[in-house]
């Protein structure tokens, strides 16, 4: 508990956009994503996050293609072992797909957004985010280009200008 000779200092929370979500009906869920737009490590994350994104799809493949060499025998219950293997790639290959989303949007945020949808992770979520978030895109990267600018007008005063160009 602080005392009376103690002080405080305030945060700031300045250049972090927050985006809200709306339901299907169009309603505010009172949930939101947000975003650092001095963050410089956006579009890196961005960028790993497609990377990923396509690691997972020809991990997938790869993975499909090796099964399906296999012999197909009946599994323990109703689906067959081959069956079995297929769905385990599947569900591995939707929590690369979350953690791929999640380094861009934040932690737990997929997750957040498919319980919001009512949905558990399908094959086309990373697709079906990403034009969710395609909007906001521009205005991020406007923002990346806009903190470069300040940066050599703070600091490219001198003979070394062009170092940040």
Do not use: W
């Not at 005392?3 to 869920?29: A, C, H, M, P, W």
């Not at 956006?42 to 996050?49: A, E, I, M, V």
């Not at 690691?55 to 067959?80: A, P, Y």
């Not at 293997?85 to 737990?108: C, P, Q, R, T, V």
């Amino acid at each position: 508990m602080m005392t009376e000779t103690e002080s405080f200092i305030q945060l700031k929370k300045d250049n972090v956009i927050r985006i809200g979500i709306k339901d299907s009906q169009g309603n505010d869920t009172g949930k939101y994503i947000s975003f650092d737009l001095e963050d410089i490590t956006l579009p890196l994350k961005l960028n790993d996050c497609e990377s990923m994104h396509h690691r997972n799809i020809m991990d997938l493949k790869k993975r499909f293609v090796i099964i399906d060499k296999k012999e197909d025998v009946k599994g323990k219950k109703i689906l067959s072992l081959k069956e079995e293997e297929k769905l385990k790639a599947l569900n591995e290959y939707y929590k690369n797909e979350m953690k791929a989303l999640d380094l861009f949007i934040g932690e737990g945020k997929t997750q957040m957004l498919l319980d919001l949808m009512g949905r558990n992770p399908y094959y086309s979520m990373y697709e079906d985010i990403s034009e969710m978030l395609a909007p906001i895109l521009p205005k991020l990267k406007m923002n990346a280009d806009s903190i470069k600018k300040q940066i050599i007008n703070k600091y490219g005063k001198n003979n070394d200008s062009e170092v940040l160009k």
